[in-house]
């Protein structure tokens, strides 16, 4: 099931649930009633070409918006209802009182694949594929990212498995976090280049995830990098801190 659905779900079974005779806690309740209520933020889709994009970045995802045509492929959004649904939801339920009310702090935060001006940081963007529990994600590194002179940082590398793998998690398994990340560097990756890194559901078992990824040039022909990692599904009812 998406997530999206999943969480409207949920929602509905925690606002229904007083009829059931359980009363769900209150952080749950505040945060299904926040999902059905009005509010609106508009937020500009990072996930769309913009002129720092090179013409390898453009192509692929061109040939990937047409692969959506027929539904097998689904392009996904920087900003949308479900990640909207999914942070709003998160921060009610997982995010302590204490933090919450820093109203300034959590105005200029921002996600940190996202924080960069246009070119200089990641631009990316994912589709996913739901039969094949697979997402794949086109990244041009740009040059605040560089590691070795002329290479991306390996830290660059695992921030951006980490988002590609933690979007395969969420779409499978709702709300969860990485707790393990294996990365193999094989090969360095030129700035500014464009690679695709393709990651997929290996097993799900209770509350863990497997998740592997491996990191191709858009020719297939270099294998830059492989990982394997470890996502949890998040426990309402234990605090995170
Ligand atoms: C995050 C959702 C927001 C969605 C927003 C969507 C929009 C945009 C997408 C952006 C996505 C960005 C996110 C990028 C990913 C991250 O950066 S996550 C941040 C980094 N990770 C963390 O900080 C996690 C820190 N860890 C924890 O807080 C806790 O471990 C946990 C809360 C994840 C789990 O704790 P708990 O609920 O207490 O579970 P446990 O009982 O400890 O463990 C459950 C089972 O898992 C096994 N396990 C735990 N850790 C490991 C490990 N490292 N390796 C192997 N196994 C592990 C544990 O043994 C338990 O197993 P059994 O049940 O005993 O078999």
Same mark, same amino acid.
């Given at each position: 099931?998406?997530?999206?659905?999943?969480?409207?779900l949920r929602a509905l079974h925690i606002l229904r649930a007083p009829r059931g005779g359980v009363l769900p806690p209150a952080g749950e309740r505040r945060a299904a009633q926040k999902l059905f209520s009005s509010e609106k933020v508009i937020h500009k889709d990072r996930s769309l070409p913009n002129s720092s994009w090179n013409s390898d970045l453009k192509l692929m995802f061109?040939?990937?918006m047409k692969k959506c045509e027929d539904?097998?492929?689904?392009? &996904?959004? $920087?900003?949308?209802?479900?990640? $909207?649904?999914i942070v709003q939801y998160f921060k009610e339920v997982f995010l302590e009182t204490k933090l919450r009310k820093d109203e300034q702090m959590l105005s200029q935060a921002r996600l940190f694949t996202r924080s960069y001006e246009d070119g200089l940081g990641f631009?990316?963007?994912?589709?996913?594929?739901?039969?094949?529990? @697979? *997402?794949?994600?086109?990244?041009? !590194? !740009?040059?605040?990212?560089?590691g070795?002179?002329?290479?991306?940082?390996?830290?660059?590398i695992a921030t951006i498995i980490d988002e590609t793998a933690s979007m395969t998690?969420? /779409? =499978?398994g709702g709300i969860v976090m990485t707790v393990n990340l294996n990365i193999n560097y094989k090969r360095p990756i030129p700035l500014c280049s464009v690679v695709v890194i393709n990651c997929q559901v290996d097993?799900?078992?209770? @509350?863990?995830?497997?998740?592997?990824?491996?990191?191709?040039? /858009?020719?297939?022909?270099?294998?830059? $990098?492989? =990982? *394997? $990692?470890?996502?949890?599904? &998040?426990?309402p009812n234990k605090s995170l801190t």
């Open positions: 099931m998406f997530p999206a659905c999943a969480v409207r061109d040939q990937f539904g097998s492929w689904e392009h &996904l959004p $920087s900003y949308g209802s479900r990640s $909207s649904q631009e990316y963007v994912m589709f996913h594929n739901e039969q094949e529990k @697979r *997402t794949v994600c086109f990244c041009q !590194g !740009g040059p605040y990212l560089q070795p002179p002329g290479f991306l940082h390996g830290g660059s998690a969420i /779409i =499978a097993k799900i078992e209770g @509350r863990k995830l497997f998740i592997s990824c491996d990191v191709r040039s /858009i020719d297939e022909k270099t294998l830059y $990098s492989d =990982a *394997t $990692s470890l996502f949890i599904k &998040l426990d």
